[in-house]
Every structure is written in structure tokens, then in C-alpha cells.
């Protein structure tokens, strides 16, 4: 019997499509009770002919944060960020079922946005987001079109500032400016591998082989393992840096990192320079260096765990070497 009554009210008991559903129907009389569990018959026989497109579409833009956040970004280098800037969507455009969300939600989440003062970078990083998440939930992303952000000017580190940099760190400071020191060394070692700040804080002493001379990385941005080869002077710090911890190198924090970089920005009159900071003072620096020396660019992309040669091509134009041939060959031409 599917419809039974107990004390006042009549429950439901049946089995659809390898689906039990044992649950009251609020219903005192009968005939009420039997009008609902068709209903919920119909329903559960609706939802089992639907897509996974259909059945997620229903499915709330948090609840699809926490789902996406389980299987996408809850491991990755920038979880915590990923997640929090995921749960902001449903602040700018509403905890709308994410079948709902449509062209006329972009431009609403876009306008939000605007009228927050965020440049097309941040919009970007939002529209990722969503993107992400109506992929995850199996619905259109097609109308979801990234704006153009200016490239902007690679801000590198030359000889003499970088030796400026380190010998201002590696002053006395002592008090709670100690850790100066240990990020003077971590800098070198950035400069010398072109390892991501993350990268670098997070780096074991298992991953060093001194043997061949390489660092492994397992663990990054684009989750995609790599392995760099070391300097003299990199492999001089790191051997050194081991006998105060054999476990890692650098025990600095990252909040303590950028600090230390924001003191050395003020020190040498930058700290108006928006594109000097760790990232471009370190992996543009490593990059810009190798193009510099003629290494060809699929090389700095596996150097630097580039997904894609269109992100190391900004480094094309460091080599005028390359430039110089190219008129050199034109003038030979010219001249037979």
C-alpha cells in the first residue's frame, strides 16, 4: 500500500525507478494524499527523463559554488580567493538558479561591476568565474565573452637594481624586520629559476636533486608539474639555507613577503610603480634575461609552465638580437 495513514496524517511509501520515497503528504484525508503522491509520482518520473543539464539547471548559483568549489578549486593555489570571489556573484546578480542565468545577467553582473570602479581585469576574473561554474553545472556559456585587458609594459629588475634590492635587504635590521635576510635569499633563488612567489615559499627539499641540478615542481598555478634547472648560485643558497631546516628552504610567510617588497619599493622610490612588484621583478626578470641570451621561446615556456605559447610570446620582442639578424639578412638580399 503506497498511501497509509499514521496517527492524524497519511505518508507516502513507494519505489520509482530504483527511488525510495517514504515521507509524510500533510495530508489528513485520503484522496489528498493520494492527489500528492501522483504529484510527486509525475515528478520523480519528469526528473528522471531530464539531461544533467536539465536536472542541475535548477540548482542555486551558492549551491553550485560549493560544488564547483569541491571539484575545481579546492586544491588549487587560489582556492580561498577563487572561492570567495565565486560567492560574490550571487551578491552582484542574485542566488538565481543557474538555469536563469543568461546574456541579460552578464550585462547585469558587468554594470555591477562598472559601478564599483572595477577594471576589465577584475570583470574578467568574475566572468571566469561564472564560466566555470555554469560549466561545472553543465549549462551554456557561449554568451560569456571576456573583454580585452591592455597588456601593459614588462617592468623588469636590471643588474645594478637588483643588486641594490638584495644589498638593502641584507642589511642589519634585526626586530620585526629579521626575516629581511631570508627574503633576500628567496628573491636570488626566484631570479635564478623563475619559480612563481607560491612556488618558491612552498619548495621542499625532496623536490631539490642536486645531483642533476634540477628543482621539481609538483604543485602550481596551472597544475601542471615542471622541472627548472639550478644556478651555482642558486644551489649555494638552497645547500646553505639546509642546515638551519632540512625540510624546506624558506619558511617566510607570503603576507611577510609582499611586506618586505613593499618597504624595498618605497626605498628605491617605486612604490608609484604599479607594475614593479615580486612578479614582475622575478619571473618577467628570469624570462626577459633568457630571451635576452637568445634561449628560444618553447623553451621559456616549459621554464616558466606556461599552458600556452601565447603567454610567453610577450617575450619575443626582449631578444634585439633577433631584430638585428633579421635587418642583417635583408641587407645581404639587397646587396646581390
Known amino acids: 500500500m503506497s498511501v497509509y495513514k499514521r496517527g492524524k ?13 517514504f515521507k509524510s503528504t500533510g495530508m489528513t484525508t485520503k484522496r489528498e494524499a493520494k ?8 515528478r520523480l518520473l519528469k526528473e528522471s527523463r531530464q539531461s544533467p543539464q536539465e536536472k542541475r539547471s535548477k540548482t542555486l548559483l551558492l549551491d553550485a559554488v560549493e560544488l564547483t568549489y569541491e571539484a575545481k578549486w579546492k586544491h588549487g593555489k587560489d582556492s ?6 565565486a560567492c560574490n ?6 542566488n538565481v538558479p543557474v538555469g536563469k542565468i543568461d546574456e541579460d545577467t552578464v550585462q547585469q553582473l558587468t554594470r555591477n561591476l562598472e559601478g564599483r570602479g572595477s577594471k576589465n581585469a577584475t570583470i574578467n576574473r568574475y566572468l571566469a568565474s561564472l564560466k566555470t561554474i555554469l560549466k561545472q553545472m553543465k549549462q551554456q556559456t557561449d554568451f560569456i565573452h571576456l573583454r580585452k585587458e591592455p597588456k601593459g609594459r614588462i617592468r623588469v629588475l636590471s643588474k645594478e637594481e637588483e643588486q641594490e634590492v638584495l644589498k638593502l635587504l641584507r642589511q642589519d635590521h634585526g626586530g620585526r624586520r629579521i626575516y629581511y635576510a631570508e627574503f633576500a635569499d628567496l628573491v636570488e633563488v626566484l631570479l635564478g629559476t623563475g619559480m612563481r612567489l607560491s612556488e618558491g615559499l612552498e619548495l621542499l627539499y ?18 601542471r608539474p615542471r622541472s627548472v634547472p639550478m644556478t651555482k648560485k642558486v644551489r649555494s643558497i638552497l645547500h646553505a639555507r639546509q642546515k638551519a631546516n632540512p625540510e624546506k628552504p624558506f619558511t617566510l610567510k607570503e603576507h611577510q613577503a609582499e611586506s618586505a617588497w613593499a618597504w624595498i619599493r618605497k626605498q628605491i622610490g617605486l612604490q608609484g610603480d604599479k607594475e614593479f612588484v615580486i612578479h614582475s621583478a622575478t619571473r618577467h626578470t628570469y624570462a626577459s634575461r633568457l630571451a635576452n641570451k637568445g634561449v628560444d621561446i618553447f623553451t621559456i615556456k616549459e621554464l616558466l609552465g606556461h599552458s600556452s605559447i601565447t603567454t610567453s610570446m610577450i617575450y619575443m620582442h626582449l631578444d634585439p638580437s633577433k631584430l638585428a639578424h633579421a635587418v642583417a639578412v635583408l641587407e645581404e638580399e639587397s646587396e646581390e
Open 80 to 85: 580561498t580567493r577563487s572561492y570567495r570571489r
Open 35 to 42: 492527489a500528492i503522491e501522483n504529484t510527486e509520482r509525475h
Open 9 to 21: 496524517v497519511f505518508y507516502m511509501n513507494f519505489t520509482l525507478n530504483g527511488i525510495r520515497v
Open 89 to 94: 556573484l550571487a551578491e552582484l546578480i542574485g
Open 206 to 223: 625532496l623536490d631539490v636533486n642536486y645531483a642533476s641540478g634540477m628543482i621539481h615542481i609538483w604543485r602550481n598555478k596551472g597544475d
